[in-house]
C-alpha cells in the first residue's frame, strides 16, 4: 500500500490553462505539505498543512490553491499557468518522526 | 529564518572508498532527516536522527547527529556504483511552521 499518493504522474498542459494535482495519505499523519523542485533540483517549500488547516504559504503566487477536504487529503489548484510553473511538484506527510513523499507530478508548461 | 547547508553539492568517488556529507543548520531543531533520490524518482526517506549523538546505519550508510553543532554528517563506506544518487538533508523548522528546510543536495556518482 503507498503510504502517500499523488496523481497524476505527468501532466502537460498550456498556458493559461487550470489544473489540479491530487494528493492522499494512509498514514494518518497530521501534517501535510507540497514542495516545488526546480530544475537544478532545489526543493522549496509552498504550503504546510496541519489537521486540514493552512500553517505556511511560502510566498506563492495566489495562482496557486491548496485544498485539504480532510487530514488525509490535501490537493493543489494551479490557475491560469505559465511557463515558469514547470517544475516537479511533491506532496508529503509527516508523522511524530517520519515524513514521507508522494512520486512526485512533473508538470510540464508548454 | 532557518537555514540549511549541505556540501558538498557533487561528489565523484570511486567504488570502495569512503567520504562524507556534512549538512549544517542555522536554528535549532529536534528533526533531522536524509534522504536519498534518484534520477526521475521521489524522496526515498533513509534516517531520522531525533537526539544529540543520535547514529543510525543502514548498510554503507551511517548518519549522525550533532545538536550542539548543528551539524550532520552521512559517511559512506565502501562505496558502490549503486549509491549513484542525489542526497538531500532537511531539517524540522522550530518555528511554529512544521515545515522542512531542504539543503541543495549532494549528487553522488560512484564510478567503477
Known amino acids: 500500500d503507498t503510504a502517500v499518493s499523488q496523481t497524476p504522474k505527468y501532466l502537460v498542459t498550456q498556458m493559461g490553462n487550470d489544473k489540479s494535482i491530487k494528493c492522499e495519505q494512509n498514514?494518518?499523519?497530521?501534517?501535510m505539505y507540497w514542495y516545488k523542485q526546480d530544475s537544478k533540483k532545489f526543493l522549496k517549500i509552498m504550503f504546510s498543512y496541519n489537521n486540514k488547516e493552512l500553517i505556511i504559504n511560502e510566498t506563492v503566487p495566489n495562482r496557486f490553491s491548496p485544498k485539504s477536504p480532510d487530514k488525509a487529503h490535501l490537493n493543489l489548484h494551479i490557475n491560469s499557468l505559465e511557463l515558469g510553473d514547470s517544475a516537479v511538484y511533491f506532496c508529503a506527510s509527516r508523522g511524530d518522526t517520519e515524513a514521507f513523499f508522494g512520486q512526485g507530478t512533473r508538470l510540464t508548461v508548454v | 529564518e532557518l537555514k540549511v547547508e549541505q556540501n558538498p553539492l557533487f561528489l565523484s568517488m570511486q567504488e570502495g572508498k569512503n567520504y562524507t556529507i556534512y549538512c549544517n543548520y542555522s536554528t535549532t531543531s529536534d528533526r533531522l532527516y536524509w534522504y536519498r533520490q534518484d534520477p526521475g524518482k521521489s524522496l526515498e526517506s533513509l534516517f531520522v536522527?531525533?537526539?544529540?549523538?543520535a547514529v543510525k546505519q543502514e548498510g554503507r550508510l551511517m548518519a549522525s547527529l550533532d545538536t550542539k553543532a548543528r551539524l550532520s554528517t552521512l559517511h559512506i563506506t565502501a562505496a558502490v556504483h549503486d549509491l549513484s544518487a542525489t542526497y538531500f538533508c532537511?531539517?524540522?523548522?522550530?518555528?511554529?511552521?512544521?515545515?522542512?528546510?531542504f539543503g541543495k543536495g549532494t549528487k553522488l556518482t560512484v564510478n567503477p
Open positions: 536522527l531525533l537526539s544529540n549523538g
Open positions: 498514514l494518518g499523519h497530521d501534517t
Open positions: 532537511a531539517v524540522k523548522d522550530q518555528g511554529g511552521s512544521e515545515k522542512l528546510v
